[in-house]
C-alpha cells in the first residue's frame, strides 16, 4: 500500500472529501432496502476497484435491485448470468481480455448463497486454474432474496425460514462454514474478510486484492436489516458488534496463511450483538435451551478470538476500536 | 487436399481454421477426441487460443459465455449427461444472444447408462434457444463448424453442430480440410457488438418485468427467422469456396418423384442413401435429410413433401408418453397443408443400436400393414421382461 502523505493541520479533511467524490460504481435510485448492507458494501468495493473493471454478477438481491430493465444503477461494465456460475463466468472474461491483451480488471459479486453453497463448485474451480478475478462474497448469512432462508454461511443458532426457532428446535442447528479456512485451502495470493463497518479497511483490502495477480477473495460481511431483523439504521453498529464479538474475525491471508487481523480492543459479549435482531431472539429466552444455545454461540465467538488471537494488547489505530473512526477524532489512515 | 482423419480430430482442426481465441471444456464420451486434439494444437502451437479445462459442462458453458461477452471467439463441446448438465447456461447464453458454438457428440442420456449414440441430450435441450444444425458424415461435420461461427455471429444466436458419438466422432473418413486463407476469407475477425467493455459500460442480463419479457422473448423467437436465411447463406458462400454444400436447411435427395418418403437425421441419412445407391430400399423413395432442426424449417419440410402419400420420420430419441420428437414437429409443418402424407414415425437405433441398410425395407413394408402412428420399429419383443401383447407401444 503506498503511505499518503501527512497533510498540514490547516486542511479540512472532511471539505476536502466532499470536492473530491469518489468514483462510483452504483448509482442511486436502485430498489436496495433501507439499511442494506451489500448496496453500501458494493458501493465501497468499486470506489475502491475504480472504473476499469467488469463486473460478473451472480443471481441475488444485488442484481435484482440494480437492474430491473430498462432501468441499470450500474456505471461499470457488468454481466449477469446465473446464480451457481459466476465465477466461471468471470474466469470466461479474464482469460477473453487476456487473450486480447486487455488489462481491465475481473470482479465476481455473489452473496453467500452464490458463494458457499450453489457457487462453490465453480469457485474452487476458478481459484485452482490461478484466474486473475477478484471474487467478493457479500456475506449476509442467509438466501435474502427468496424471503430468508438458511446458507451454509448462516450462523449457528440464527433463525431463517427454513430454520425456525420453535418448541423443539432453537434456530440453525449447524455452524457456519468457515469458509476463509477452504479458500485459502487453495492456497491462492490473497484471501480477506472485511466488514461495511470498517470501509476504510474494506477499501485496502480491495486494493490490496487488486494488486496481486491471480485470483483473490474478499469475504464481506454485510447485514441485511430485513433478514436479520435489526432497524435499519443499525447497519453499521450492528456489523461492529458482528467483529467485536469475535463472530466474524476480519483477517488476511496469503497463500493460506493469516497474515494479519483486526484486534479487538473492547471484545463485546454474543449477547449484546443479539439483542438488537429477530434472528437471535430467541436466544435471548428465559429457557434452559436458549440459553445452552447463547452459550454455544459465545463459545463460538470465543473459539475465533483464541484461534486468530483477535485479542489486543493495547488499543491501536487500527484495531476494532481505532479503525474508521475519523468523523469521531481517529485516524483514516492510522 | 483430402486426409484420412478421424471425425474428432476433423473437428478439431476445423475448429482451428476459425481462430477460436477461448475454448472451454470438459470431458465426457465421446467427446473427449475433440477437445484432446484441440489441446494438442494449442500446445504444438498450431493455434493460438486459451484453453480452459474447467470442473464441469456448466463451467465450460459458462466460461465461453463469459469470453465471447468479453469479446473473443469462443467454442466449446460436450455430450449427453454433459449437454444436460449445462442446460440452464445454454438458455442464458442464447437469452443474453451470446453468440457461441458448440458441438455436441450426440450420446444418449442416463438412465439406463448408455455411453453410445442417438439424439436424446440435443433434443432435451431443443427449446433452449441453440441454433440446431445435424450433421450426416464428417465432410459436414467439418464444413458445418465453419460456418456455424458465421452463422451465429451475425445472428447472435449460439450454434450446437450436432455429431453423432463413436458413428461420426470416432470414424475415419477421407476429410478435405479447407484452406486457412479460404476460412479467412469466409469468416471475418469476431466482432461482438455487446462487447464488455470499460470504455462504453453495459449492463447485461438484468432483471426483466412481465410489462416487457414477451417482447424480449418474441425478438429471441425472431431471429431464428432470419437464422434461416443466414444457414442457407452460410451454405452457399461455403460453397462457392470449397464446391460442396451441406445440405442447408433440408436436403432432398433418392427418387424424387416417388410418393413414399423417409425423412432421417444425422449419420442414419447415409445408411439411408447407401441402402438406396444399392437397391436395398426395393421400390422408389424420396429421401429427406434435415439438417436444421432449429430454426425449423417449416416450409421447407411442406414443399419436400409435396405429392407424398406416406413419410417415414426416423426418430433418435424418445419423449416418454409421447413419442418420437422430431415426427410431431413434422406432422405439425404438414398439417393444414392440401393434401399431407400419412406421418410413420419409427424411432431407431436409441443407445447406439446400430441401425443397418436393410432395415429400411422393412419400415417400407410395413408402411402396408396400417402401422400405429409411433413405435419403436427395432424393439426386440423377446427381450422384455412382460407377456409380449402388454408391452407393444401403440399410438
Known amino acids: ?334 | 487436399m483430402r486426409d484420412a482423419l478421424e471425425g474428432s480430430q476433423a473437428i478439431a482442426r476445423a475448429v482451428a481454421l476459425c481462430r477460436p481465441q477461448v475454448v472451454a471444456a470438459y470431458p465426457i464420451t465421446p467427446q473427449t477426441h475433440i477437445v484432446e486434439a484441440l489441446a494438442r494444437l494449442i500446445a504444438d502451437g498450431l493455434l493460438e487460443a486459451e484453453l480452459v479445462s474447467v470442473e464441469s459442462e456448466f463451467s465450460a458453458a459458462s466460461v465461453v459465455l463469459g469470453a465471447a461477452s468479453a469479446g473473443s471467439r469462443s467454442y466449446t463441446a460436450s455430450a449427453s449427461q454433459g449437454i444436460l448438465l449445462m442446460s440452464e447456461v445454454l438458455y442464458n447464453i442464447s437469452g443474453l444472444r451470446v453468440p457461441v458454438v458448440l458441438t455436441c457428440a450426440n450420446r444418449a442420456v442416463s438412465s439406463p447408462v448408455s455411453i453410445w449414440n442417438d439424439h436424446q441430450d440435443s433434443m432435451a435441450v431443443r427449446d433452449s434457444g441453440w441454433i440446431q444444425l445435424y450433421c450426416a458424415d464428417n465432410q459436414e461435420a467439418v464444413d458445418t463448424t465453419i460456418q456455424a461461427f458465421r452463422i451465429s455471429e451475425r445472428t447472435e444466436l449460439p450454434v450446437m453442430v450436432c455429431v453423432d458419438g463413436f458413428t461420426l466422432t470416432h470414424t475415419l473418413e477421407p476429410i478435405d480440410l479447407p484452406e486457412a486463407g479460404l476460412v479467412d476469407a469466409f469468416l471475418p475477425p469476431f466482432h461482438f457488438s455487446r462487447s464488455l467493455s470499460a470504455a462504453r459500460p453495459l449492463t447485461q442480463g438484468t432483471l426483466v418485468s412481465p410489462e416487457f419479457f414477451t417482447e424480449i422473448r418474441s425478438l429471441q423467437h425472431g431471429a431464428f427467422a432470419l437464422a434461416e436465411q443466414e444457414i442457407l447463406a452460410a451454405d452457399h458462400d461455403f460453397a462457392n469456396l470449397v464446391g460442396r454444400e451441406s445440405g442447408g436447411l433440408l436436403r432432398v435427395e433418392g427418387d424424387r418423384e416417388a410418393t413414399v418418403g423417409i425423412l432421417a437425421m444425422g449419420s442414419v441419412y447415409g445408411t439411408l442413401k447407401d441402402a438406396h445407391r444399392s437397391g436395398l430400399l426395393g421400390r422408389p423413395v424420396r429421401i429427406l435429410c434435415l439438417r436444421a432442426f432449429r430454426p425449423f424449417p417449416a416450409g421447407a419440410i411442406r414443399e419436400a413433401s409435396e405429392g407424398l402419400s406416406d413419410l417415414i420420420v426416423l426418430d433418435r430419441s424418445l419423449s416418454p408418453g409421447s413419442g418420437g420428437i422430431v415426427a410431431h414437429e413434422i406432422r405439425s409443418a404438414l398439417y393444414g397443408t392440401g393434401k399431407p402424407p400419412r406421418v410413420v414415425n419409427f424411432v431407431v437405433g436409441l443407445g447406439g443400436r446400430n441401425v443397418p441398410g436393410g432395415i429400411f425395407r422393412e419400415m417400407l413394408e410395413a408402411l402396408e400393414k396400417n402401422p400405429p402412428a409411433f413405435s419403436f420399429f427395432d424393439l426386440d419383443p423377446g427381450k422384455l421382461p412382460l407377456p409380449k401383447d402388454s408391452v407393444l407401444p401403440t399410438s
Open chain 1, 1 to 334: 500500500m503506498t503511505p499518503i502523505p501527512s497533510l498540514p493541520s490547516s486542511v479540512d479533511m472532511t471539505a476536502l472529501r466532499k470536492v473530491q467524490p469518489r468514483f462510483s460504481g452504483i448509482e442511486s435510485g436502485h430498489g436496495a432496502c433501507q439499511g442494506c448492507g451489500q448496496a453500501l458494501a458494493a458501493r465501497l468495493v468499486l470506489e475502491a476497484a475504480g472504473p476499469d473493471v467488469i463486473v460478473a454478477n451472480a443471481t441475488g438481491c444485488l442484481e435484482i435491485f440494480t437492474t430491473p430493465w430498462p432501468q441499470s444503477a450500474w456505471t461499470v461494465p457488468w454481466i449477469h448470468s446465473l446464480f451457481e456460475n459466476v465465477a466461471a463466468v468471470a474466469a470466461g472474461i479474464e482469460v477473453a481480455l487476456r487473450a486480447q491483451g486487455r488489462t481491465t480488471r475481473v470482479l465476481a459479486f455473489a452473496g453467500d448463497g452464490g458463494t458457499f453453497d450453489i457457487g462453490f463448485q465453480a469457485l474452487s474451480g476458478m481459484l485452482e486454474r490461478n484466474h486473475d478475478v477478484f471474487f467478493v462474497c457479500f456475506d449476509n448469512e442467509a438466501y435474502m432474496n427468496t424471503g430468508i432462508q438458511r446458507s451454509g454461511s448462516t450462523p449457528h443458532g440464527a433463525w431463517t425460514n427454513t430454520s425456525p426457532a420453535g418448541r423443539v428446535r432453537q434456530g440453525k442447528r449447524h455452524f457456519k462454514k468457515d469458509l476463509l479456512a477452504i479458500i485459502s485451502a487453495h492456497g491462492i495470493p490473497y484471501a480477506a474478510t472485511a466488514s461495511v463497518a470498517y470501509p476504510s479497511d474494506l477499501r485496502a483490502k480491495v486494493r490490496r486484492a487488486l494488486d496481486v495477480s491471480g485470483p483473490s477473495f474478499l469475504l464481506l460481511h454485510s447485514p441485511c436489516p430485513l433478514g436479520w431483523g435489526h432497524d435499519s439504521a443499525l447497519t453499521i453498529s450492528v456489523d461492529r458488534l458482528a467483529v467485536e464479538t469475535g463472530l466474524f474475525p476480519i483477517l488476511e491471508m496469503e497463500r493460506g496463511q493469516v497474515v494479519s487481523s483486526m484486534k479487538i480492543r473492547n471484545p463485546r459479549p454474543v449477547r449484546e450483538y443479539a439483542l438488537p435482531q429477530f434472528r437471535f431472539r430467541h436466544l435471548l429466552m428465559d429457557t434452559p435451551e436458549a440459553r445452552e444455545e447463547l452459550e454455544h454461540l459465545q463459545a463460538l465467538a470465543d473459539a475465533n478470538i483464541e484461534r486468530y488471537g483477535l485479542l489486543s494488547e493495547a488499543p491501536g489505530p487500527r484495531d476494532s476500536g481505532g479503525a474508521d473512526t475519523i468523523r469521531r477524532g481517529g485516524s483514516r489512515w492510522g
